[in-house]
């Protein structure tokens, strides 16, 4: 997914180090690529194509699109589904903190250079760590109630994870602390590449500070808020595993089941793979949808803007 | 080679990918057919893996099982024993991944009931019976319920009294109450009476699920007039919701209302939550029969109580514990079955039984350990519960429901998201969906309990 | 001007806010490893007044060691490989010009967007096949896949910025391919690979799914998945779990000071990968 950011439409233009020689892929060429080409087939293409048998049979039976129907029936399968889908509506939240924060940093707020290395902190943290932490913070009687109650805010006190209704929310927040950062950053890099007499020129307007941001910084930043909203929402649809697995278990009851959650169990808890090949082949399926879509409404904004 | 050089790009990573695929495809298959090798009895070095579990239910099985197996190695110079201790929650997917492996431990434990069955039914146990004589097996305690087809296919281990509740006789009567309850309605007047003292009357613990079985199987079996209700409605011949069988998620509603658990007890894990007992923070919790030992030194001898569930009803399991054994079974793909089992019928050795009681507080799965070796009093109230027991519900549902209606609505309902009757409701409509997912499982399980 | 004063106090506040709710877990998880578990309970954000080091004692009694050392070895393992096969590959795809490059670089990037979870399954039916389940090899070999098409991806465009004039040079003194590769192309990337060995570095660290699946006795376990059942062996004991997640995460923070600018690098070039 890189392309949008590194390598947008510039590069095609510069082509190979050494171009035009042959038309003909030389065989040493393959031989430079035939390691990198091994690992990715084994583990992504003998995967797929395994992955798809395992999905069409049962017992070593052809069972047809049978197993990917149950899987698409099965109650569990779409709260997991609905999870994820949920988990994306933090989307803007993410990315409307991010841009607030990464502005208040480009304006040089005192001490910008200490809180910028502070918002970054969360990121740095490993997921698992990350999870296991706010696992033990979230308890009704742990620290953040605690430290609720002494603030005499115990309007605010929740069951945190153990509150079917909030244990999805509760990680979302999660998954928000960790993301911010390298939201932060992203929109950071980018304000700082920005002619600063774009915003000299709104000041002397006279325009106040929302709407300066408004209507001069965000459309200016179009481009890496959809690269940053691409990517967060492939991590909420296929990435939050680790978050999952380490603070809730999928619970309570399925509140807080997604895809991956889903697919690990029946694979190896409740000992099913077949229908745990049947979910993985519709992430994959959807995934790719996403993947597809994004491209093509690149390609058509990129036409649009060459035209 | 050359040629497929000269197609198209797209095509040539095509092409590629499926001769790689190819190609990994057939080294599989070699490689699955030379895997089962045979087992002739080898007079060499042999290194035995055993994976076990219950440090964490019987305090001190490893330290037992690390003195048991130096002795039994001494023993046998040629053989070595690695015993790997599994995590609660890695346990049922580390068994999983192993079976499909074929490959970690020779010797695996395993809870008993279906929780060793559905592993024989998947071919992934060797039947135990055919390496312990019947004789040895005539003295291992609660081998019914591993049983199926006529053969034993994990070994019982050590007893689980399922499951007492111990309470504080100091903590009771700070709140004036001088007799722990023995009916229903003294339970719940109880637990008015401790909550108007600012006592938590019950720790509990529902975070990580497995109370939610505890809780079905406590509560379940005193409605129930044979646990033969409870496999007919596994099999879909009685249902989930039908009075019987659903009357303990009431019951269970009762007390929530009643504020008899602790208000966290969505936020704690099981044990997390015995630990609060053992601080004088609550009257009773529930434990593992095993875990009794330590809990009642702990807390000191005179202060603690042991009890069963007060009565509701006067079904199979009312004012009874669960008798279970943890078993230890023979993976089948082991090379070394019979030194497996050799190692197995060691661990029954009048000193290593005694041993097993000295290092653990548990009870060995036995009947020749000699019950005078019991220096707890609480524990010879186990003891003599576990001579007439009832059967643990936990052990005859697929594990599958176990997880989903059991672990989840009980979270639901002490969330209060969920009523008794939505709990009951559920738990039809999972075991439903689990005979429609799985119907092999349903049909060894008809052939286990004999529904047909 | 009142108006704007008061905006700027009301912004800088907000940052103040963001700064410490970033920080606050992270000194509690700090703090807490280094105190009792009824001080932690009762004063989760007090100070460590006497740091106790017994929480990071009763860690490193407990295969710390050993899963830290599992998670080196598998790092630096798979990050080398990962790094010689995908600068390999992407020099290939940089150097000549064939039909069907651009295609085969696409399809190798679209498959970024494939999570891991969904291989897990038909992967570990592989290993089981293989005998290789519980071993190092077999993760190793899965991570440099996993690794292969972004590291690829990102050499490529890198290499494809290397003035022509340089390569040409080398090749009119008669360097062979392999020569210019080694002699040119990898001195003049020095940046672009410190930054993919840390993106990749920090990936390998953090996965967990797969160590999960596929590393399954107690003394194989990298320190993420050890984590997860050390969580709960020792729930009842908060600090040693803070000690344990403090340990997980001490290497990040010496990573981060010896390498700050790739550091920075990498882990917004990691992100990409969905890491």
């Given at each position: 997914?890189d392309?949008?950011?590194?390598?947008?439409?510039?590069?095609?233009g510069?082509?190979a180090?050494?171009?035009?020689?042959?038309?003909?892929p030389?065989?040493?060429?393959?031989?430079?690529?035939?390691p990198?080409?091994?690992?990715?087939?084994?583990?992504y293409?003998?995967?797929v194509y395994r992955?798809?048998?395992e999905?069409?049979?049962r017992?070593?039976?052809?069972?047809?699109?049978?197993?990917l129907r149950i899987?698409?029936d099965?109650?569990f399968?779409?709260?997991a589904?609905?999870?994820?889908?949920?988990?994306?509506?933090t989307?803007?939240i993410?990315?409307?903190i991010?841009?607030v924060?990464a502005?208040?940093?480009?304006?040089?707020?005192?001490?910008?250079?200490?809180?910028?290395?502070a918002?970054?902190?969360?990121y740095?943290?490993?997921?698992?760590?990350?999870?296991?932490?706010?696992?033990?913070l979230?308890?009704?009687?742990?620290?953040?109630?605690?430290?609720?109650?002494?603030?005499?805010l115990?309007?605010?006190v929740?069951?945190?994870?153990?509150?079917?209704?909030?244990?999805l929310?509760s990680l979302?927040?999660v998954i928000?602390?960790?993301?911010?950062?390298f939201?932060?950053i992203?929109?950071?890099a980018?304000?700082?590449s920005?002619p600063?007499?774009?915003?000299d020129?709104?000041?002397?307007?006279?325009a106040?500070?929302?709407?300066?941001?408004?209507?001069v910084?965000?459309?200016?930043?179009?481009?890496?808020?959809?690269?940053?909203?691409?990517?967060?929402a492939i991590?909420l649809?296929?990435?939050?595993?680790?978050?999952?697995?380490?603070?809730?278990?999928?619970?309570?009851?399925?509140?807080?089941?997604?895809?991956?959650?889903y697919?690990?169990?029946?694979?190896f808890?409740?000992?099913?793979?077949?229908l745990a090949?049947?979910?993985?082949?519709?992430l994959?399926?959807?995934v790719t949808?996403?993947a597809?879509?994004?491209?093509?409404?690149?390609?058509g904004?990129?036409?649009?803007?060459?035209? | 080679?050359?040629?497929?050089?000269?197609t198209t790009?797209?095509r040539?990573a095509?092409?590629?990918?499926?001769?790689?695929?190819?190609?990994?495809?057939g080294?599989?298959?070699?490689g699955?057919s030379?895997?089962?090798?045979?087992?002739?009895?080898p007079?060499?070095?042999?290194?035995?893996?055993?994976w076990y579990?219950?440090n964490?239910?019987a305090?001190?099985l490893?330290?037992f099982?690390?003195?048991s197996?130096s002795?039994?190695?001494a023993?046998?110079?040629?053989?070595?024993?690695?015993?790997?201790?599994q995590?609660?929650?890695?346990?049922?997917?580390?068994?999983a991944?192993?079976?499909?492996?074929?490959?970690g431990?020779?010797?695996?434990?395993?809870?008993?009931?279906?929780?060793?069955?559905?592993?024989?039914?998947?071919g992934?146990l060797?039947?135990i019976?055919?390496?312990?004589?019947?004789a040895?097996r005539?003295?291992?305690l609660?081998?019914?319920?591993?049983?199926?087809?006529?053969k034993?296919?994990?070994?019982?281990w050590?007893?689980?009294?399922s499951?007492?509740i111990?309470?504080?006789?100091?903590?009771?009567?700070?709140?004036?109450?001088?007799?722990?309850?023995?009916t229903?309605?003294?339970?719940?007047?109880?637990?008015?009476?401790?909550?108007a003292?600012?006592?938590?009357p019950i720790?509990g613990?529902?975070?990580?699920g497995?109370?939610g079985?505890?809780?079905?199987?406590i509560?379940?079996?005193?409605?129930?007039?044979s646990?033969?209700?409870?496999k007919q409605?596994?099999?879909?011949?009685?249902?989930?919701?039908?009075?019987?069988l659903?009357e303990?998620?009431?019951?269970?509603?009762?007390?929530?209302?009643?504020?008899?658990w602790?208000?966290d007890?969505?936020?704690?894990d099981?044990?997390?939550?015995?630990?609060?007992?053992?601080?004088?923070?609550?009257?009773?919790?529930v434990?593992?029969g095993?875990?009794?030992r330590?809990?009642v030194?702990?807390?000191?001898?005179?202060?603690?109580?042991?009890?069963?569930m007060?009565?509701?009803?006067?079904?199979?399991?009312?004012?009874?514990l669960?008798s279970?054994?943890?078993?230890?079974a023979?993976?089948?793909w082991?090379?070394?079955?019979q030194?497996?089992a050799d190692?197995i019928?060691?661990?029954?050795?009048?000193?290593?039984?005694?041993?097993f009681?000295?290092d653990?507080?548990?009870?060995?799965?036995?009947?020749?350990?000699?019950?005078?070796?019991?220096d707890?009093p609480?524990v010879?109230?186990l003891?003599?519960?576990s001579?007439?027991?009832s059967p643990?519900?936990?052990?005859?549902?697929?594990?599958?429901?176990?997880?989903k209606?059991n672990?989840?609505?009980?979270?639901?309902?002490f969330?209060?998201?969920a009523?008794?009757?939505?709990?009951?409701?559920t738990?039809?409509s999972?075991?439903?969906?689990?005979?429609?997912?799985?119907?092999d499982?349903i049909d060894?399980f008809k052939?286990?309990?004999?529904q047909? | 001007?009142?108006v704007?004063?008061a905006g700027?106090l009301?912004?800088?506040?907000?940052l103040?806010?963001f700064?410490?709710s970033?920080?606050?877990?992270?000194?509690?998880?700090?703090?807490?490893s280094?105190?009792?578990?009824?001080?932690?309970l009762?004063?989760?954000?007090?100070l460590?007044t006497s740091?106790r080091l017994?929480?990071?004692h009763?860690?490193?009694?407990?295969?710390?060691?050993q899963?830290l050392?599992n998670s080196l070895?598998?790092?630096?393992?798979s990050?080398?490989?990962?790094l010689?096969?995908?600068s390999?590959?992407a020099?290939?795809?940089?150097?000549?010009?064939?039909v069907?490059?651009?295609v085969?670089?696409s399809?190798?990037?679209s498959?970024?967007?494939i999570?891991p979870?969904?291989l897990v399954v038909p992967?570990?039916l592989l290993?089981?096949?293989?005998?290789?389940?519980?071993?190092r090899?077999?993760?190793?070999?899965?991570?440099v896949?996993l690794?292969m098409?972004?590291?690829v991806?990102?050499?490529?465009?890198?290499?494809?910025?290397?003035?022509r004039?340089l390569?040409e040079a080398?090749e009119?003194?008669?360097a062979?391919?392999?020569?210019?590769?080694l002699r040119?192309?990898v001195?003049l990337?020095?940046?672009?690979?410190?930054?993919?060995?840390?993106?990749?570095?920090?990936?390998?660290?953090?996965?967990?799914l797969?160590?999960?699946?596929?590393?399954?006795?107690e003394?194989?376990?990298?320190?993420?998945?050890?984590?997860?059942?050390?969580?709960?062996?020792?729930n009842?004991?908060i600090?040693?779990v803070?000690a344990?997640?403090?340990?997980?995460?001490?290497?990040?923070f010496?990573?981060?000071?010896?390498?700050q600018?790739?550091?920075?690098?990498?882990?917004?070039a990691?992100?990409?990968?969905g890491g």
């Open positions: 997914m392309g949008t950011a590194v390598a947008s439409p510039g590069d095609r510069t082509g180090a050494v171009r035009g020689r042959s038309r003909r030389p065989w040493q060429a393959f031989l430079w690529i035939a990198a080409l091994a690992a990715i087939g084994v583990v293409g003998y995967s992955l798809l048998i999905a069409t049979h017992d070593g039976k052809s069972v047809g699109l049978g197993n899987a698409i099965d109650p399968f779409r709260q589904l609905g999870n994820n889908l949920r988990l994306l509506l989307l803007p993410i990315i409307g991010a841009l924060v502005v208040l940093l480009f304006e040089g707020m005192r001490g910008w250079r200490f809180h910028r290395v918002v970054f902190i969360p740095m943290l490993p997921v698992t760590v990350v999870g296991v932490l706010f696992g033990e979230l308890t009704l009687h742990g620290a953040l109630n605690t430290t609720l109650q002494t603030l005499h115990n309007f605010l929740q069951d945190w994870l153990g509150n079917p209704d909030w244990a929310r979302a927040g928000i602390w960790r993301e911010l950062g939201g932060v992203l929109f950071l980018r304000l700082l920005l600063q007499n774009v915003f020129a709104a000041r002397v307007d006279g106040g500070w929302f709407r300066t941001h408004w209507h910084t965000l459309p200016l930043m179009r481009s890496i808020i959809g690269f940053y909203l691409v990517i967060e991590t649809m296929s990435w939050v595993f680790s978050y999952v697995f380490v603070m809730t278990g999928g619970g309570p009851g399925q509140a807080t089941q997604v895809t991956e959650t697919i690990y169990q029946n694979a808890a409740s000992d099913i793979p077949w090949a049947a979910a993985a082949t519709l994959l399926i959807g949808a996403v597809a879509l994004f491209l093509v409404v690149r390609w904004y990129s036409r649009r803007r060459a035209a | 080679m050359t040629r497929l050089l000269t790009g797209r040539f095509a092409a590629a990918l499926i001769m790689l695929a190819a190609s990994a495809c080294s599989s298959s070699g699955g030379s895997g089962g090798g045979s087992s002739a009895a007079s060499g070095p042999v290194t035995l893996t055993m579990w219950g964490q239910e305090h001190g490893s330290s099982l690390a003195t197996v002795k039994y190695e023993l046998h110079p040629n053989i070595k024993i690695n015993t790997v201790l995590s609660t929650d890695n346990l049922m997917p580390n068994f991944a192993a079976a499909k492996a074929k490959k431990p020779d010797i695996e434990y395993r809870w008993g009931g279906i929780w060793a069955l559905q592993d024989a039914w998947d992934n060797a039947p019976s055919d390496y312990i004589p019947a040895e005539a003295h291992y609660n081998s019914s319920e591993d049983t199926w087809d006529g034993l296919w994990s070994a019982p050590y007893v689980q009294p499951f007492p111990l309470y504080r006789k100091d903590v009771l009567a700070r709140a004036g109450i001088a007799a722990a309850p023995t229903w309605s003294q339970l719940l007047s109880d637990c008015s009476t401790l909550r003292k600012g006592i938590t720790a613990g529902v975070k990580d497995w109370f079985g505890w809780l079905f199987s509560l379940g079996s005193e409605s129930l007039t646990v033969d209700e409870l409605a596994v099999v879909g011949t009685k249902k989930f919701t039908d009075p019987d659903a303990w998620w009431t019951r269970l509603g009762q007390m929530i209302s009643a504020k008899c602790n208000d007890i969505g936020s704690l099981l044990y997390q939550a015995q630990q609060t007992w053992v601080d004088g923070k609550s009257a009773m919790t434990t593992a095993t875990d009794v330590k809990f030194t702990q807390v000191g001898a005179s202060k603690v109580g042991v009890m069963t007060p009565k509701y009803a006067s079904g199979v399991g009312a004012g009874k669960g279970t054994s943890q078993t230890l023979i993976s089948s082991s090379p070394y079955k030194q497996s190692f019928m060691f661990m029954h050795t009048p000193a290593e039984l005694a041993l009681y000295k653990t507080g548990a009870l060995p799965a036995d009947n020749r350990f000699d019950p005078a070796l019991i707890v609480q010879k109230q003891y003599d519960y001579q007439n027991g643990y519900l936990e052990n005859f549902i697929p594990t599958d429901l176990d997880s209606a672990f989840g609505g009980v979270q639901l309902m969330a209060g998201k009523t008794a009757a939505q709990a009951a409701a738990m039809e999972d075991m439903a969906r689990i005979r429609t997912i799985e119907p499982l060894n052939k286990w309990t004999g047909q | 001007m009142i704007e004063r700027r009301v912004r800088q506040l907000v103040i806010a700064t410490l970033a920080l606050l877990p992270v000194y509690v998880m700090l703090s807490g280094l105190r009792t578990q009824s001080d932690f009762n004063h989760p954000l007090g460590p740091p017994n929480a990071y009763t860690a490193i009694n407990n295969h710390f060691p899963w050392l070895i598998l790092t630096i393992a990050v080398v490989i990962t010689v096969f995908a390999l590959a020099w290939g795809l940089s150097r000549w010009q064939f069907g490059r651009d085969l670089l399809l190798v990037i498959l970024m967007v999570p979870v969904v992967l570990f290993g089981a096949e293989l005998n290789l389940i519980d071993t090899r077999i993760v190793i070999a899965i991570y896949g690794m098409p972004f590291s991806y990102m050499l490529a465009a890198y290499f494809r910025t290397i003035p004039s390569i080398a009119i003194d008669g062979t391919s392999l020569q210019v590769f040119v192309v001195p990337s020095g940046a672009p690979l410190i930054t993919l060995a840390v993106v990749n570095a920090l990936w390998v660290w953090n996965e967990l797969i160590a999960l699946v596929f590393l399954q006795s003394n194989s376990l990298t320190l993420m998945a050890g984590l997860t059942g050390f969580q709960s062996r020792y009842l004991n600090p040693v803070m344990g997640l403090s340990i997980a995460t001490l290497p990040i010496a990573l981060y000071i010896f390498g600018r790739f550091f920075m690098r990498g882990l917004v990691g992100a990409i990968k």
